[in-house]
């Protein structure tokens, strides 16, 4: 079931979300194979924490690697990857479910590479969910800002 704060942005903005089985889209991978499109249009969110404490969400393509150097490009510092009880304590959402929207004192970067697709997946609170959306969506959303996390 989608957490109800997920679903008053979902309606607010004119979108909706894909619900499965519970449990059946924990990974980039296995929610691909149900959606049915390419992992890289996959919307993983990932979280991460500065040595000051501060906590950014990373939104980028399911397939992709995030170079230790782009991630401290972007944030201005080292990051190390929460762990799941962290992740769910500071987002309301477990890892696989892991939705971009309504978070309070998390900076969201966005993958720029999200970009190349019409439309990509995040979840939408639950391990089960994917909502329909593009990069330009999710910027205003989230009030992410995008983010090229590519090696230089």
Same mark, same amino acid.
């Given at each position: ?17 894909? /619900?499965?089985?519970? $449990?059946?889209? +924990? ?5 691909? #194979?149900?959606? *049915? &499109?390419? !992992? ?47 992740? /769910?304590?500071?987002? $309301?959402?477990? +890892? ?5 929207? #309504?978070?309070? *004192? &998390?900076? !969201? ?44």
């Amino acid at each position: 079931m989608i957490p109800e704060k997920v679903r008053k942005i979902l309606e607010a903005n004119g979108l909706s979300a894909l /619900e499965f089985e519970p $449990g059946s889209t +924990p990974t980039a991978e296995l929610a691909a #194979a149900r959606i *049915g &499109v390419e !992992v890289s249009r996959i919307a993983k969110s990932l979280l991460f924490k500065a040595k000051d404490g501060a906590y950014y969400l990373v939104v980028c393509p399911g397939d992709k690697r995030l170079p230790p150097s782009a991630l401290k490009r972007a944030a201005g510092s080292k990051l190390s990857m929460t762990d799941a009880d962290e992740t /769910e304590r500071v987002t $309301g959402y477990r +890892p696989g479910g892991v939705c971009p929207f #309504a978070l309070e *004192g &998390v900076t !969201v970067l966005l993958d720029k590479s999200l970009g190349d697709y019409a439309t990509v997946y995040p979840a939408a609170g639950t391990d089960a969910t994917g909502v329909p959306t593009n990069l330009a969506q999710l910027e205003r959303i989230t009030g992410g800002r995008i983010v090229d996390f590519s090696e230089e």
